[in-house]
């Protein structure tokens, strides 16, 4: 079974862009979670879909956003980069929340921001 | 809100000799979660092994086993017989439990280095 997918590995965008990171969950969850990892430290909640609805957002500005699809993959969505951004954003499925809390993650997205 | 503390930064141990991480954390709910992860260079975060707080048995799989202490609110990870492929970040984590949407509170990491 395919575990959870991320594109693109890595990503290198200029301050002020956009970007768009994808997620796919592992096939049956529907649970996608994103967190936000600088070097160092461990990883920060962003934000937690559960059937297409925000279940949770983390302490982060309006310049994160994401969604999720009917399929439960999913998209962060950051705007206005900031050299700050630059970090491992790291996605993670569940079955759902509060039933089985066991998230597992994919490879992350290295975003670098110049 | 809730925290989780890592002390060590970093800690090193001898291939097949023990080793054990600490993690302290606080809250004021009774229904949660522990788990420890571990990150290799790939970046994959892989789940270790899960404790759940009602469960007074301490979870164990394979060569790794953990403390739980809940009146300390302490959560160590102890790993037998140490391989080379131990060698990762190590993080601590926290959820509540039984909500409608959960999240992961990470502790900062600890760096082990196993050496042969």
């Known amino acids: 079974d395919a575990g959870v997918t991320q594109s693109p590995t890595h990503l290198i965008k200029t301050r002020g862009q956009q970007v768009t990171l994808r997620c796919s969950p592992i096939?049956?969850?529907?649970?996608v979670s994103w967190y936000q990892q600088v070097l160092g430290q461990g990883p920060q909640f962003i934000f937690q879909?559960?059937?297409?609805?925000?279940?949770g957002r983390g302490n982060f500005p309006d310049r994160f956003s994401a969604r999720q699809f009917p399929n439960y993959s999913s998209e962060l969505n950051v705007n206005a980069l900031l050299l700050g951004d630059s970090a491992l954003y790291l996605c993670?499925?569940?079955?759902?929340?509060?039933?089985?809390?066991?998230?597992?993650f994919g490879q992350g997205t290295r975003l670098t921001v110049v | 809100a809730q925290t989780v503390t890592q002390s060590q930064p970093e800690m090193s141990v001898q291939e097949a000799e023990t080793v054990t991480l600490s993690c302290t954390y606080d809250?004021?709910?009774?229904?949660?979660?522990l788990f420890w992860y571990k990150q290799p260079p790939s970046r994959q975060m892989i789940l270790v092994i899960r404790?759940?707080?009602?469960?007074?048995q301490n979870a164990t799989e394979n060569r790794f086993s953990v403390n739980f202490q809940k009146a300390a609110k302490s959560f160590s990870l102890k790993i037998s017989d140490s391989q080379l492929g131990d060698t990762a970040m190590y993080f601590c984590?926290?959820?509540?439990?039984?909500?409608?949407?959960?999240?992961?509170?990470f502790g900062k990491g600890t760096l082990l280095t196993v050496n042969p």
């Open positions: 993670a499925s569940s079955l759902s929340p509060g039933l089985a809390p066991e998230a597992f």
């Open positions: 404790q759940e707080a009602y469960k007074q």
């Open positions: 879909y559960y059937e297409k609805e925000e279940r």
């Open positions: 096939s049956g969850h529907k649970s």
């Open positions: 809250t004021s709910e009774n229904n949660y979660y």
């Open positions: 984590a926290f959820a509540l439990g039984g909500g409608s949407n959960y999240k992961l509170t």
